[in-house]
């Protein structure tokens, strides 16, 4: 179902190699963070008007979300909107992934028609290239109070070499607001106390829908040179993140944001590489999601190596 000979379909929209992508090396992984689009939220409340109801039929969408997964062939696949989690489990085991779940605590999904249970965050990393040490969840916290927003947390390591790694996920709360960009802040705030109480002086990529532009105080936040975060998207393009991560028709409104980050420890990590998300040319007027992509919100995927510790230089 990844053409279609309507004119307003688009020919095409698989991420490209940004300009930076190198071949690259052998001992790189990579990492692929993704929105995939709660079905339920998708055929109840996103009011994608442009969207042909047949993209949007469990039957044939849960293949392209698979198919997007395995065109890349990611070692690490961050997800958030996963409402079906039980499939994409069994689908990925047989590929050699595990994986971990998190529903939110009060899903919107739980409140729709036709809804098969909570939404929440999804790991799956490659098992025979990493192994899981440690699993963490938790529920983000704001003020001390619990939010209806989840991380998950893992320690893994590569098993040729013993190269740990932290790797985490989430879904901040969406929607616009001062208020909400303020909720937003200090959401980020729990998940880096929370990244630090685990993290240990190994790599760390972080991988969300942070619901948040670059101009938001959650984006300064996460890249404070506190934190020793950077965003690899934006090293990937001349230091300035892209204009978009997600692109949809809602209604009226021509929604286009840049709203999903990779954020990882340039001491401890380089970036090899990475694919642009697709062009406005690639999607065609009625934007995603489509019979062409599954999901709203676009697949970033990046690809890293390890650096050499000092032990290894001497
Ligand atoms: P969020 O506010 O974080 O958003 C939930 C989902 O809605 C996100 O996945 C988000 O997608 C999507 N979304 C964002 N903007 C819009 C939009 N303009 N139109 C449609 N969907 C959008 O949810 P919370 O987890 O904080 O849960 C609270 C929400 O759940 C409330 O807004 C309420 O509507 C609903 N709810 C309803 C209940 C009920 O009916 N009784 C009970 C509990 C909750 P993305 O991240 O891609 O932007
Ligand atoms: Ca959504």
Redesign the pocket.
């Known amino acids: 179902p990844s053409s279609s000979s309507s004119s307003s379909s688009p020919n095409t929209t698989r991420p490209t190699p940004t300009s930076t992508h190198h071949q690259p090396p052998d001992n790189s992984f990579r990492v692929m963070q993704w ?1 995939i ?2 079905q339920a ?1 998708g055929t109840n ?3 994608f008007v442009r969207c042909p109801p047949e993209a949007l039929d469990w039957n044939t969408r849960k293949f392209r979300i698979v198919e997007e997964m395995l065109t890349y062939l990611p070692q690490f696949i961050c997800c ?2 996963v409402d079906h989690y039980k499939f994409l489990e069994s689908v990925m085991e047989r590929l050699g992934y595990c994986g971990v779940f998190m529903p ?1 605590p ?3 999904c ?3 028609p036709n809804n098969n249970g909570p ?1 929440g965050c999804a790991i799956f990393w490659d098992d025979t290239r990493f192994k899981l040490l440690n699993t963490h969840t938790r529920v983000v916290e704001v003020w001390h109070v619990q ?3 989840v991380v998950i947390l893992l320690v893994l390591e590569e098993r040729s070499t013993g190269q740990q790694l932290v790797l985490l996920t989430t ?6 607001g001062a208020l ?1 960009a303020s909720l937003r802040n200090e959401q980020g705030k729990d998940l880096l106390t929370f990244m630090d109480q685990h993290c240990k002086g190994r790599p760390i990529i972080i991988c969300g ?1 942070f ?1 948040a532009e670059p101009s938001e105080p959650v984006y300064t936040t996460m890249t404070d040179t506190s934190t020793g975060l950077h965003s690899a998207y934006s090293f990937l393009h001349d230091h300035t993140e892209p204009s978009y991560s ?1 692109w949809k028709v ?1 209604g009226e409104v021509d ?1 286009c944001q840049n ?1 999903d980050y990779i954020f990882y420890t340039p001491d401890k990590l380089t970036v090899e590489g990475g694919y642009d998300v697709p062009t406005e040319e690639d999607m065609g007027p009625n934007r995603a999601p489509s019979l062409s992509y599954p999901s ?2 676009f697949a970033l995927i990046c690809d890293f190596t390890f650096k050499k510790t000092q032990l290894e230089d001497e």
Not at 171 to 176: E, S
């Open positions: 929105n689009l709660a939220l409340t996103d009011n958030q909107e939110k009060d899903s919107p739980l409140y729709l939404d939010s209806n927003q879904h901040l709360k969406a929607r616009q909400l829908d619901n997600t809602r929604c709203l709203d919100h």
